[in-house]
């Protein structure tokens, strides 16, 4: 099979993401994804169906140690320049209205790069720009659906496997890393840098309820799913950006996980951007140490104690470097300086990257 030709998803994993809807629907045809029925049920996950893929116009470019500087190669051309599959691969997911980070994702992907991995950056900012964010996160579900395609199709076509593939999103782009990774085979970590909130997530958040899961980031979209808030709140008021509620197998509450130190009282974006400002920094970063999420942060989050730690049994690193250790569900603080580095213990460690092979 090869690149040019349209791979489609298998239907049960189309249908996967439509399981919950009611019976009052709205078809399309999504082309790259395949037919679908999208609900338009009001009170389930989205109010409205998402857009054609014509009219949410995603790209998917590939960064590798050999086009590093030329600009990448579109993921239809996977297999010129070659592919290396020996590499892991990030896939970089921006959320709504994400062109002002910009320059931090392109940070985040230079650091990547250091470390030898393949990045895959994707540009959905036709659909994430709209000044309607209801059909934003409707279409994000499509977005979701174009990225579990494009995983695919590299394992199908390389020896690359879904053990390397790691998901980045922030904000609504770490619910579209969840779509991308209900709808096909789970991959290894999913990261969600303060993932967005908002009716779309926080319905069905009550406890045993698998409609909010399946609406959301959650624990089951990835075999590691570490989550970083900076801007949680778990109400639709107030202007915060951020979702409060446990998603992953370790979530990180930075400071109070609300407000953090440097951005001016009320500057919810500034809260917000850190999550991938502090990821960024722990990509070369060793020791981004987390603590029992106990005092201030349970209280602000209404988070309960349930983990501890010590020297001989710490708490996992916040960042590139988290580990899917002490169990799943726990929920951890983390606290940085106001300025760079954040890291309060903050040391490099020596890139590993080897020459391209």
Request: hydrophobic share 30%; with cysteine.
């Amino acid at each position: 099979m090869h690149w040019h030709r349209s791979v489609l998803l298998n239907h049960r994993h189309l249908h996967h993401l439509a399981a919950w809807c009611q019976e009052t629907t709205t078809p399309y045809c999504y082309d790259g994804v395949g037919s679908n029925t999208f609900s338009v049920t009001l009170g389930t996950c989205h109010q409205r169906s998402p857009r054609p893929t014509a009219d949410i116009c995603s790209s998917f470019t590939l960064i590798s140690a050999e086009t590093r500087g030329k600009g990448g190669v579109d993921v239809t051309n996977l297999l010129n320049p070659p592919f290396n599959s020996s590499r892991d691969t990030k896939i970089l997911i921006p959320g709504f209205t994400n062109e002002v980070l910009d320059e931090k994702w392109d940070q985040l992907k230079e650091v990547l790069l250091d470390e030898g991995n393949n990045v895959i950056m994707v540009n959905w900012s036709q659909a994430a720009n709209l000044t309607n964010y209801a059909q934003a996160r409707a279409d994000a579900r499509v977005v979701g659906f174009q990225v579990a395609k494009v995983m695919a199709d590299i394992v199908e076509n390389t020896e690359a496997t879904y053990d390397q593939m790691h998901l980045i999103g922030s904000g609504m782009g770490a619910h579209v890393a969840g779509y991308a990774g209900s709808t096909g085979e789970k991959v290894a970590r999913i990261t969600g840098l303060d993932p967005a909130g908002g009716e779309t997530v926080t319905f069905g958040l009550t406890e045993g309820s698998s409609r909010g899961q399946q609406c959301r980031l959650d624990i089951s979209d990835a075999e590691f799913v570490d989550v970083i808030h900076t801007n949680a709140h778990g109400g639709l008021d107030g202007g915060y950006i951020g979702l409060q509620n446990e998603l992953g197998h370790q979530d990180f509450y930075v400071n109070d996980g609300i407000n953090q130190l440097g951005c001016e009282e009320g500057d919810e974006f500034c809260n917000h951007a850190r999550a991938l400002d502090y990821f960024t920094e722990s990509v070369p970063v060793d020791n981004y140490g987390s603590f029992p999420c106990q005092s201030k942060a349970s209280t602000r989050a209404g988070l309960e104690d349930g983990v501890q730690c010590s020297p001989d049994d710490p708490c996992p690193e916040m960042g590139y470097r988290a580990e899917k250790i002490k169990g799943d569900g726990y929920a951890y603080r983390v606290e940085t300086n106001a300025e760079p580095p954040y890291s309060i213990n903050h040391y490099t460690t020596p890139t590993t990257t080897s020459a391209p092979q």
